[in-house]
């Protein structure tokens, strides 16, 4: 109440008693927010929907919400509304929210987004077509604004914004990527300033796919990969990684053991961070002297500084 206008960042964990009311108080006290941040670890705010999100400051740039497991569609629209300049986006463990109402995030210009799907069900909690459509909508506001004159004459080739994208299945059905995964990641090419992708949970990517990220996103810089399914080979892992410059790098279930860290050591000129650590079955007949030994191998691993197996 008193200094609420000072404050810049708002992080919040749910304790008991703080429901609808206090959080929209918050808010409104808190008129020059940048980041807000709210988790319910804890789980004790099962009736909050997000009705208060109607109260975000429109100065926002950055909202992380997780575990709010009753979230609604409609607040998440409320807060794209109220919030518009938004730039980074977090959802994770939102079970209620659904593949059509996420869909709203397509109207923002982000820079970050990071989807964590935890309902379990029959289906995945977001949609292959939601995503390339958020990708696709942030392009579109490029062209509008532009058409509007509001970039810049110099930047005469429209590129999406953004930066670092993550999406992860956790509980329920993997998303299964149609066509090798190829159209999800010609999608994602338009946005060749991308330095971090990370996907968990996400199947059906093949070597072509990651071959068209690596022409199209060059600059990425960390990479993870988790279950992407048997499509994705060693042999297109390497090719893949020799496109790329990558700093930062973690693997699992991708190929086996052997094979993925042939190809990591194809491609480690620039790794500072490698993770190998969900190679449970295949990782056993290998030895760790021999894999200690590539590692210190200074023409191969000249950056490296952390390795996790």
């Known amino acids: 109440r008193v200094a609420g206008a000072l404050v810049r960042t708002l992080v919040v964990r749910l304790s008991e008693g703080v429901s609808e009311p ?57 807060s794209v509304e109220v919030a518009p300049h ?6 994770e463990g939102n079970d209620d929210l659904t593949s059509d109402g996420m869909s709203v995030l397509a109207r923002l210009r982000l820079k970050e987004l990071a989807l964590v799907c935890t309902r ?43 930066q670092a994208l993550e999406i992860s299945e956790r509980a329920g059905p993997p998303l299964d990527l149609v066509e090798g995964g ?12 991308l330095r971090s992708l990370s996907l968990s949970g996400v199947v059906g990517l093949g070597d072509k796919a990651l071959r068209v990220l690596a022409n199209a996103c060059p600059g990425l810089k960390a990479l993870t990969l988790y279950r992407p399914g048997s499509q994705l ?19 699992g279930c991708v190929a086996d053991f052997s094979g993925a860290f042939r ?11 490698l ?8 990782a056993a007949g290998v030895s760790l002297v021999s894999v200690l030994r590539q590692l210190q191998n200074s023409e191969r691993f000249p950056c490296l500084r952390n390795a996790f197996f």
């Open 22 to 78: 206090e959080l929209a108080f918050m808010l409104k006290s808190c008129s020059n927010l940048h980041r807000f941040e709210l988790t319910d670890y804890d789980l004790v705010g099962g009736d909050i929907t997000g009705e208060f999100l109607q109260y975000l400051p429109a100065c926002l740039k950055e909202l992380r919400l997780c575990l709010l497991r009753s979230l609604k569609d409609a607040n998440l629209k409320l």
């Open 182 to 193: 190829e159209r999800f990641m010609h999608a994602l090419g338009k946005h060749p300033l």
């Open 120 to 162: 379990a069900g029959a289906s995945p909690q977001i949609k292959e077509e939601t995503l390339t459509q958020i990708l696709a909508g942030n392009l579109q506001r490029l062209e509008d604004a532009a058409g509007a004159g509001e970039l810049r004459p110099l930047r005469s080739v429209l590129v999406g914004e953004l």
């Open 275 to 282: 993770d190998m650590t969900r190679y449970f079955r295949s």
């Open 233 to 251: 080979t060693s042999a297109g892992l390497q090719q893949a990684l020799e496109g790329f410059g990558l700093e930062s790098l973690s693997l």
């Open 86 to 91: 938004l730039q980074s986006i977090s959802l």
């Open 263 to 273: 190809a990591v050591q194809c491609a480690g000129h620039h790794l500072a961070m």
